[in-house]
């Protein structure tokens, strides 16, 4: 097990590379995909600025924002893992454990088949359903005791009536929406309107400022509901505020790029296990590397089957789990 | 400093608290014992304002509970849990530096000037200093005992709950912990409201103890000479136990009367009316001891039922809620002929169960021994009729025991013989 004294060295390095890692992502997320471009060629179209040439506008037009969509997605999700991960005290909560999948799924799903187009309303849609189940799980739990318990059975039981409500609808669809859902499903960075960029930025990275803020009350959460309010936390108001925040950038991770899994559940993850549980540190960490993650996963996507896409969840899922298996194995006696 | 009236709770249909009143001094050190599940932690979970009692109030220094921010009380008690589990691997550090939340300011609770002499010495004072740089998942509960007290005193309040927070320690580290308990009254004022299982060191450090029976109630609240008495003690735990003084400390000290041979009683054959749980502990007892057994009549769903079934115990059966009937009656005085010593524990008499009485009569006539358990003429329900019956078979011959331990040692004076 890594421990500060021995390994502060090591500890050092590893988060001397973690800053590394975004430059670099970014770099082969620009330069990778069906035209390749080298180190040289980048950098002088970026130096040029944006302009008619064909290299110009696919870098500036299309790879520049879908590189900068991919680490915002993947900070996103990480940190909304993280905030899950802390508050729920459950090592396997991810994103959408509280029935947010199935919630969005069954927005975009049900304006898909209302003949909606998919890079504006869906988005959306996806969004409120996101956002919505969510609160209904909260609600439904609180209704109860709103230990973690209830919460995550709830989150399955309503993410499950919305599973079955999303397979009705795809029965009954034409064709060609339920292909677009089952793509959009799937997880996939080319979905987001243009003009996205713009404000999901401000509203993830307002979500990251916020969780920031919010860290020495995270950290009180994981010591359980009555010792965190032997240490002076207002549970429910904190867990309340913490889910709203974690909700919102789910919903807008899911809402500009369908359901990427498994950012959620391992960056936050190994982020514990290189720096520790304190959420001073593992928020930031684990935005950046969330980011570096995605940038990452999505270049290859798009370039192994060049010019066609993989989802991006499958790389994910196979990049992600043999490293967490990894790090898992190398650090036995505790997550 | 803190003062409960008239507190009523309970934890779905069972009650714990039946009007509890209670008043904790500015600066003493309460102790609270009492058998498991009488409600010890409950208590202090009300006190601390985890639960709401059904009715009645508690003040903090004239404050009630439900006025105070969660901010404020923290700053005001500090509690160590029981817990022996942590999921998140925080260093000791970083576990003990969470203590200081509730003196942090501002937006970001940035760590102030105070905060890291309160946790140093917290460390220090707890014997967890060299372990700082551990992760709280890699310590023995006993280490992380100590962790969660040195967290609850870098809190730095007035009042320290403790929760059975000596169960895992070592016995230097539960003397030290004591020391340290009265050092800090005496230094720092401080007001320790715990909860033990060790009767001794409560007895030692504590200025006061409550006592709690099992259905949470106050059996004794006093100083330790007042309250560690052996009738006391011994309604309590049912055991008995020698309450001597210590000659070093002039305080109380208690010494379970074990017998170390384990009771073996396999040369009898023993018989065993009862019912509604007055038979629980013979039947556990007996059965341990190997005696020959058998019990009953017994109604279906009775706990003493259950009890015997579980144990595969022979029991005479009769349908749940009927008297004993005549077929039933027979078999048991069948199954009674076989048995040398027939044992009455039943402390309930009704128009259902007063045959049996008859059936120990009858065992009389054949030169056998019946014993009773505690007979009272309040538990009788027929009129004086059973009464008449228990009064005349202790004419005959039979035995009174004024509780199930003085009839063990009866019995083993007989398995010797």
């Known amino acids: 097990m890594l421990k500060t004294d021995q390994h502060f060295f090591s500890r050092r390095f590893s988060q001397f590379a973690l800053l590394l890692s975004l430059p670099l992502a970014f770099y082969i997320s620009l330069s990778s995909g069906s035209f390749g471009l080298s180190f040289n060629e980048l950098t002088a179209l970026l130096l040029a600025g944006p302009g008619e040439t064909t290299e110009q506008v696919i870098l500036w037009q299309i790879r520049l924002p879908r590189a900068l969509l991919a680490g915002l997605v993947g900070a996103a999700l990480s940190l ?220 290859i996507a798009r370039s192994v089957y060049a010019p066609a896409e993989i989802p991006v969840g499958v790389v994910t899922a196979l990049l992600g789990a043999p490293f967490f298996l990894y790090l898992l194995q190398r650090n036995r006696g505790g997550m | 400093m803190i003062q409960a009236n008239n507190l009523h709770f309970a934890f779905e249909r069972t009650p714990i608290f039946n009007g509890l009143d209670l008043h904790i001094e500015h600066g003493e050190i309460l102790s609270i014992i009492g058998p498991n599940g009488c409600g010890k932690s409950t208590l202090l979970r009300l006190l601390r304002g985890h639960l709401r009692p059904y009715t009645g109030d508690i003040c903090w220094n004239n404050i009630p509970l439900t006025k105070m921010s969660f901010r404020n009380l923290a700053r005001q008690v500090a509690m160590v849990p029981q817990t022996t589990h942590v999921d998140f691997p925080f260093t000791v550090h970083e576990m003990v530096a969470m203590g200081r939340y509730p003196h942090r300011q501002g937006l970001l609770s940035l760590a102030g000037n105070g905060d890291d002499k309160a946790i140093q010495e917290a460390l220090a004072l707890t014997d967890v200093l060299e372990l700082a740089a551990r992760q709280v998942t890699q310590l023995s509960g006993g280490e992380l005992q100590r962790v969660l007290l040195a967290r609850a005193l870098a809190q730095n309040t007035p009042v320290l709950f403790l929760d059975e927070a000596t169960s895992h320690l070592d016995i230097d580290h539960r003397l030290e912990l004591a020391e340290l308990l009265v050092r800090l009254n005496r230094e720092q004022d401080k007001t320790i409201v715990q909860i033990s299982h060790d009767l001794d060191l409560a007895a030692a450090i504590s200025r006061r103890i409550l006592m709690l029976s099992s259905h949470g109630e106050i059996v004794a609240l006093g100083t330790p000479q007042q309250v560690m008495t052996a009738t006391n003690l011994h309604r309590l735990f049912r055991v008995d136990l020698r309450v001597e003084t210590n000659p070093y400390t002039g305080t109380p000290q208690i010494t379970p009367l074990v017998n170390t041979a384990p009771h073996k009683l396999d040369h009898l054959k023993i018989h065993l009316f009862c019912g509604g749980g007055s038979g629980r502990i013979l039947l556990r007892r007996l059965h341990l001891a190997q005696a020959t057994l058998s019990v009953g009549p017994l109604n279906q769903g009775d706990s003493d039922h259950t009890t015997a079934l579980a144990l595969s115990i022979p029991t005479i059966e009769e349908l749940p809620f009927q008297p004993y009937s005549a077929p039933i009656l027979n078999q048991a005085r069948e199954q009674i002929t076989k048995a040398d010593i027939c044992v009455i524990a039943t402390n309930w008499w009704g128009e259902g169960n007063l045959d049996c009485l008859d059936l120990a009569l009858a065992v009389l006539d054949l030169n056998k021994v019946v014993y009773l358990i505690d007979p009272q003429q309040k538990n009788d329900f027929t009129e004086g009729r059973a009464w008449r019956k228990i009064e005349k078979l202790q004419q005959q011959g039979a035995i009174c025991f004024r509780n199930e331990e003085h009839l063990f040692e009866h019995l083993q004076a007989i398995q010797k013989s």
């Open chain 1, 80 to 299: 909304a893992g993280a905030t899950f991960q802390a508050t729920l005290r459950n090592p396997l909560a991810d994103p959408y454990l509280l029935g947010v999948s199935g919630g969005a799924a069954l927005g975009a799903v049900a304006a898909l088949t209302a003949g909606f187009s998919a890079t504006l309303l869906v988005p959306i849609a996806a969004f409120c359903g996101a956002l919505g189940t969510l609160l209904l799980v909260y609600l439904v739990a609180r209704a109860h005791n709103c230990s973690p318990h209830t919460l995550i059975l709830s989150g399955v039981m309503i993410g499950s009536l919305a599973g079955a409500l999303l397979l009705f609808l795809l029965w009954q669809a034409p064709t060609e929406a339920a292909r677009q859902a089952i793509f959009w499903m799937a997880g996939n960075l080319s979905l987001a309107h243009p003009g996205a960029l713009s404000w999901s930025w401000l509203w993830i990275g307002s979500g990251l400022i916020l969780l920031c803020l919010h860290a020495p009350q995270l950290d009180l959460m994981t010591q359980g509901e009555e010792t965190a309010a032997n240490l002076g936390i207002h549970v429910g108001r904190t867990r309340f505020v913490l889910f709203a925040i974690a909700g919102g950038l789910t919903a807008a991770a899911v809402a500009l790029a369908g359901m990427i899994g498994f950012v959620g559940l391992v960056i936050p993850h190994i982020c514990r296990l290189l720096w520790g549980p304190g959420h001073r540190r593992l928020l930031p960490f684990a935005a950046l590397l969330g980011s570096s993650f995605l940038m990452i996963a999505d270049a």
